[in-house]
């Protein structure tokens, strides 16, 4: 397993560092920094009070926790949300409430996953045709059910 070191700032003394909850997990746990309710259908800004530096080259990846989802019907907007390397400003996690009942964030409370990922960045090249393929043009539920 590579490792890489990121730094984290605390804005606010009561923000938590973001942890991995067992050695194997691929996502480090985020928390809120304050309480508030999320209506039914309703979209929110869930500030961390932390902010980071990533080395070039990576990525952090803001992921639904699959117990928020399951449970509560609350997901990350905007998933994967994605901070880039040269981002330095207070992470906030975008919660939308699909449930038909208000749900209650806590501070402290664990609210997405922050996965780190290598970036490879792509070289656009501009052409008049592209190659055929046995699948072509067919999307959108082309190949069935």
Sequence with gaps: MQKIKVKVLRLVDSAKLPKYEHNDDSGLDLFAIEEREISSGETVLIRTGISIELPQ???AQIR???GFA???SITVLNTPGTIDAGYRGEI???LINHSKLPFKVLEGMKIAQMVIAPVIRAEIEEVKN???TR???GGFGSTGV
């Design 57 to 59: 080259g990576t990525e």
């Design 64 to 66: 639904p926790r699959s």
């Design 70 to 72: 399951l449970k509560h």
């Design 92 to 94: 906030g996690v975008i």
């Design 130 to 132: 592209l190659s055929e």
């Design 135 to 137: 699948r072509g043009e």
